[in-house]
Nanobody, 122 residues
Framework: QVQLVESGGGLVQAGGSLRLSCAAS????????VGWFRQAPGKEREFVAAISWSPGTTYVADSVKGRFTISRDNAKNTVFLQMNSLKPEDTAVYYCAAGSLVQLRIGRVNYWGQGTQVTVSA
């Protein structure tokens, strides 16, 4: 079965931190890059970060660079998004996604997770 399951969203004050997790089926984890997108109310879905299936290559959007870090735990088939120094404008539904690493950067996704809400209060 091919699936992506996010967890870790919630409510946090500005300046705080959250860590999102994306548990991927083995077929996805071993063959695709995995990344994160977010969609705020009234806005288009935007790329946040992605990591290749072979560790070492990551892409992070300029809007979150220096605050967000993407990583993966191969033993657990899980990708993490560590979010620090959160701002109210980071409030969005965060989606895990899988596909070619290069394609993920331009929004071409093979598989989507169901999303997890992140709310940052001022």
């Amino acid at each position: 079965q091919v699936q992506l399951v996010e967890s870790g969203g919630g409510l946090v004050q500005a300046g705080g931190s959250l860590r999102l997790s994306c548990a991927a089926s083995e077929r996805i984890f071993n063959n695709y890059g995995v990344g994160w997108f977010r969609q705020a109310p009234g806005k288009e879905r935007e790329f946040v970060a992605a990591i290749s299936w072979s560790p070492g290559t990551t892409y992070v959007a300029d809007s979150v660079k220096g605050r967000f870090t993407i990583s993966r735990d191969n033993a657990k088939n899980t990708v993490f998004l560590q979010m620090n120094s959160l701002k109210p404008e980071d409030t969005a539904v965060y989606y895990c996604a899988a596909g070619s690493l290069v394609q993920l950067r331009i929004g071409r996704v093979n598989y989507w997770g169901q999303g997890t809400q992140v709310t940052v209060s001022a």
